[in-house]
């Protein structure tokens, strides 16, 4: 009988392996992971430079399918020897990137250590941290999935490379390999791309900015590429790679490559590279869609980066319809030749841009933009953000959150919820649409900024309307009611509700300032399209894309995919397209009419007549137009928008004349054919009578018991001023008030004699009729977009 070992006698130990077994695992594990190195390290092959970048294109198609271009081909690189690289490019890369490089084995245990983990952690992974792993990287360009079996083979490949190869040979490889930006792939090609040189005539600063790029081109290079991320413009990247560069130079100092002398030379001047030049291919507006497109791909995809991209073998579906990016350009290459002449007028027709975008309201797909004259000289994309302020083109989302979110009681704190708020009517609310207005904050005491100064609040062509609907005061583009709207809703308020209409927050001003209700902000006019376009899909917010799908060897990689809010009701949307309607049909913007259907849409003329707007919609389509005047040279100091008086032969240039005129034109030839479809009737609003802007309240009926009407002023201002006032050293571009050193004097707007104001207005925005005032802009009454503004009081002023 066998004796069987009682479970409760042995207990924990019986799953505890003996000594000599675990030992023999050890080793067996050992052991296989030794076999299992030795066959990889066996197995991998050494990078070899000149099969590292085979030449791709990328092609991209019109949303019809046919070829929009064919970019790359041919990859900007030619391999150079050792030899031929300067020392001070090897040095700036040692001291910046391994300053190791010299002596150590190629790889970094603990970098890898830390790539692994976070890949097993789900984390994002990190590249190499070694130039000899940069250098695989680099080379292994076939497979750049972030993957362990990757990152595993990559280690390997670079310890026999740092085992196999001496350092000069990795050091040239790495150089060679090395993407810059700009399509340059090697020092080489870097050297000519940025600078029009060999690489062995490159100095000591000019190693250290190309060294600069390394740590990413798009944030790095002067240009900027604020098309793939709004933080790479070329102020920021300026601002970063000097900086990067300067602690290059401090690095290669300090590790013994350059001398005090050197140093000093070096470091003088910072090395400002040539502009980007466009292939010829990417003239008039094929490279500004290319740029669109390529931007967008890059920044809603998960893996391809710009990096990436440009190495080639991708198929980019846009959305960009062939005949209506020819029917925009179209439009507006005949406003430009039949009015705008620099030999003519060479100090008020230079330096005139227009830019444009029209999008499907009800899907957002871009169908077509109008980046500027030419994107092989004119590199900025127009159609993007370009710090143009919209103007009295933003007041349509003032008014929906008028409707919305409604105006605060003023007896109650700022911080008021929907139960003590009162939702505005268009056509039974009236605001006092006086010129030259005290704005009030929202409990009836004077607004004043940190100073102590007033606002008061001007009208184009110093117009007064007494107490107005805010209808009418849309149709005439009256300021004054909307400067008030807007304090009494507050300004928050009004900014999210601009944000869920489609505007992005980084267009958006900050600051609690009454000019913010009238367009001192700059959105694109992509995105102005689009907003507005929500009003036109009935308040189903939808962003704008231009990438369908994207393929790659055959595989879709990307795919767009819709994504639809409900930002406003319909009720709320189809009282905003009613009030717009009449603005074109009855206001400023009637040169806008399209023969045979209804069109919503709202001009927009900014402070100082330096940009004007127009931003229109019918079911279908949804389209921005603006114009300014602004240097194309960044490197100029000194550059900053310009007046349009006199610009294309009008005494001021509004949104009712020529981006209404493109507009229309491209609007007519866009829709022909396509059934006039109608705007939905307007729903009933939740809303009541508001009457604002310090008139009396209506007497009651006689069947009412009179009562002392209560004042709305309080006995103290209140305790917080607003936490952000406008910049008065932005005058020229943001913000163009004038200060009056008579304090109490009705002073500002009108008869200022500078550019009172800081709203849009505009003489076609904020008259009654579309031509403007014989006396605009004599008098110093351009407003912002709607003209207007000025400080009353204040011992700054």
């Not at 029917?327 to 830019?355: C, M, S, W, Y």
């Not at 209140?718 to 020229?732: M, V």
Request: net charge negative; proline share 6%; charged share 25%.
């Amino acid at each position: 009988m066998i004796d069987y070992p009682r479970h409760d006698k042995y207990g924990w130990r019986r799953w505890v392996p003996s000594w000599k077994l675990a030992t023999g695992l050890c080793l067996a594990f050992l052991g296989s992971l030794m076999t299992a190195g030795t066959i990889a390290y066996a197995m991998v092959g050494i990078p070899e430079q000149d099969k590292a970048a085979a030449a791709q294109n990328n092609v991209y198609y019109y949303d019809d399918g046919s070829q929009l271009a064919a970019t790359g081909g041919e990859v900007n690189r030619q391999i150079i020897s050792i030899d031929s690289i300067p020392a001070d490019m090897q040095n700036a890369v040692i001291s910046a990137e391994n300053k190791t490089f010299l002596n150590d084995k190629g790889i970094d245990p603990m970098g890898i250590g830390r790539a692994l983990f976070n890949m097993a952690m789900g984390e994002q992974t990190q590249g190499g941290s070694t130039i000899t792993q940069q250098y695989v990287k680099n080379a292994r360009l076939g497979d750049q999935s972030q993957t362990l079996s990757r990152k595993f083979k990559e280690l390997f490949i670079s310890m026999k490379v740092g085992t196999e190869m001496e350092k000069p040979e990795i050091m040239e490889g790495y150089l060679n390999t090395s993407y810059y930006g700009r399509g340059a792939y090697g020092i080489q090609a870097a050297a000519r791309t940025y600078y029009s040189k060999d690489a062995k005539n490159l100095t000591a600063s000019e190693c250290a900015f190309l060294a600069s790029l390394l740590k990413g081109a798009t944030y790095y290079d002067p240009a900027g590429a604020a098309d793939i991320d709004p933080k790479a413009n070329a102020r920021d990247n300026t601002e970063r790679a000097t900086k990067r560069w300067k602690w290059i130079l401090g690095e290669m100092r300090n590790d013994g490559h350059l001398d005090a002398a050197e140093h000093a030379e070096a470091i003088k001047k910072f090395p400002m590279p040539l502009k980007p030049k466009k292939d010829a291919q990417l003239g008039g507006q094929t490279g500004y869609l290319v740029d669109l497109a390529k931007a967008y791909f890059i920044s809603n995809n998960d893996g391809v980066t710009a990096e990436e991209l440009a190495k080639g073998g991708y198929e980019i579906h846009t959305t960009f319809n062939k005949a209506k990016v020819k029917q925009l350009e179209d439009a507006v290459k005949k406003v430009r030749k039949e009015n705008i002449d620099p030999k003519k007028r060479p100090e008020k027709d230079t330096h005139v841009q227009f830019g444009g975008a029209s999008v499907e309201p009800k899907s957002g797909k871009i169908v077509a933009i109008y980046g500027g004259e030419d994107a092989t000289k004119h590199f900025t994309n127009n159609a993007n953000q370009t710090g143009a302020q919209v103007g009295s083109t933003f007041k349509p989302f003032v008014l929906a959150a008028a409707m919305e979110t409604g105006v605060r009681d003023p007896s109650l704190g700022p911080d008021q919820g929907p139960d003590s708020r009162t939702r505005v009517d268009p056509d039974k609310s009236k605001y006092n649409g006086a010129n030259k207005l005290k704005i009030k904050n929202y409990d009836g005491t004077t607004w004043e900024n940190e100073k102590g100064e007033q606002w008061l609040q001007t009208n184009d062509g110093g117009e007064s309307y007494k107490d107005i609907t805010l209808r009418d005061a849309m149709v005439h583009s009256a300021n004054s009611p909307f400067a008030q709207l807007g304090m009494d809703i507050g300004i928050e308020n009004v900014r999210t509700t601009a944000i869920r209409a489609g505007l992005l927050k980084d267009s958006l001003v900050d600051g609690e300032v009454p000019s913010f209700s009238l367009g001192i902000s700059d959105p694109s006019a992509i995105r102005m399209a689009g907003a507005y376009g929500t009003f036109a899909a009935e308040g189903k917010q939808s962003d704008p894309y231009s990438v369908t799908k994207v393929e790659k060897g055959g595989e879709v990689i990307y795919e767009h995919e819709a994504a639809t809010k409900q930002a406003f009701s319909s009720a709320i949307a189809s009282n905003v397209t009613d009030v717009l309607v009449d603005v074109v049909e009855d206001g400023t913007g009637s040169n806008a009419k399209l023969p045979g259907r209804k069109v919503a849409g709202k001009t927009g003329t900014t402070d100082g007549n330096k940009s004007a707007w127009f931003v229109g919609y019918t079911p279908q389509l949804s389209t921005a137009i603006d114009m300014y005047r602004l240097d194309d040279d960044e490197g100029n100091k000194d550059r900053k928008f310009l007046e349009m008086f006199g610009t294309g032969g009008q005494e001021k240039i509004h949104g009712a004349s020529f981006p209404s005129e493109i507009f229309k034109d491209y609007m007519t030839a866009a829709l022909k054919g396509e059934e006039a479809v109608p705007f939905p009737e307007p729903e009933p609003l939740d809303a009541e009578a508001v009457i604002g802007g310090g008139l009396p309240t209506p007497a009651p009926t006689p069947s009412d018991t009179p009562s002392p009407t209560p004042s709305q002023t309080p006995s103290q201002t209140p305790s917080q001023t607003p936490s952000q006032s406008p910049d008065p050293s932005q005058s020229c571009d943001r913000f163009d008030w004038t200060c009056d050193p008579t304090a109490g004097q009705d002073v500002g707007g009108a008869n200022s004699g500078t550019d009172a104001g800081t709203t849009d207005g505009g003489a076609t925005d904020g008259g009654a009729t579309n031509s403007p005032s014989p006396s605009a802009g004599a008098n110093g009454t351009q407003g912002n977009g709607n003209d207007g503004g000025g400080w009353l009081g204040g011992a700054d002023s």
